[in-house]
């Protein structure tokens, strides 16, 4: 029985070499590697683009905490005001019956008008602190879907990799070099400012 194999190994693995090039074996490669770092860019513009969108709902939902806080400001303040006009309107009853009304009515209407602006003062911090935070989460919004669209490019560049990868088209593997350097460039944009 022979020790080593009957086959030349060496004369074997340069007609597979062979074979390989001939058949594609470096385009494929590039193929491979391409599409490996376009993999790696979905996955992290993906990751982004969740981050993004969940930060924006917090902000959302902190914006609407604010919005009801205003809102129960204003109810207050509203309540505050009506105070005051029962305090007039009793005043009033006074001086219709020709009596002095007594200084109690007065001190409680300037009291409820002071604490009506203090009321007011409130709701309109509560009011921009809205406005802040909406704003931000409009911000973080339009990065979110530059971040997916960069994913659905990424999909896209893929996907023609494979096709290139399949059918031996360079000119399909160059549209989706192309298009994953698209998908960068808006992975990209949000990071510049």
Request: net charge negative; aromatic share 8%; hydrophobic share 50%.
């Amino acid at each position: 029985m022979p020790e080593g194999p009957e086959v030349d190994t060496d004369k074997l693995h340069e007609t597979i070499s062979e074979t390989l090039e001939k058949e594609g074996g470096t385009f494929l490669k590039r193929i491979a590697l391409t599409t490996a770092v376009l993999a790696a860019f979905a996955a992290v513009a993906a990751l982004q683009a969740g981050a993004t969108v969940n930060e924006a709902l917090l902000l959302k939902t902190e914006a609407t905490r604010a919005q009801a806080e205003a809102s129960d400001q204003w109810a207050f303040y509203q309540a505050k005001g009506i105070k005051a006009e029962v305090q007039d309107a009793s005043r009033e009853a006074w001086l219709a019956a020709n009596r002095m009304p007594p200084d109690e009515f007065e001190r409680s209407a300037a009291r409820y008008a002071h604490e009506q602006e203090d009321i007011q003062k409130a709701a309109k911090v509560k009011e921009a602190e809205r406005d802040e935070k909406s704003h931000e989460a409009d911000l973080l919004v339009a990065r979110h879907h530059g971040f997916a669209n960069a994913v659905a490019l990424f999909q896209v560049a893929i996907a023609l990799g494979a096709v290139a990868a399949l059918t031996g088209a360079s000119a399909v593997w160059w549209g989706s070099v192309v298009t994953g350097l698209a998908g960068i460039i808006l992975f990209s944009q949000p990071f510049l400012y």
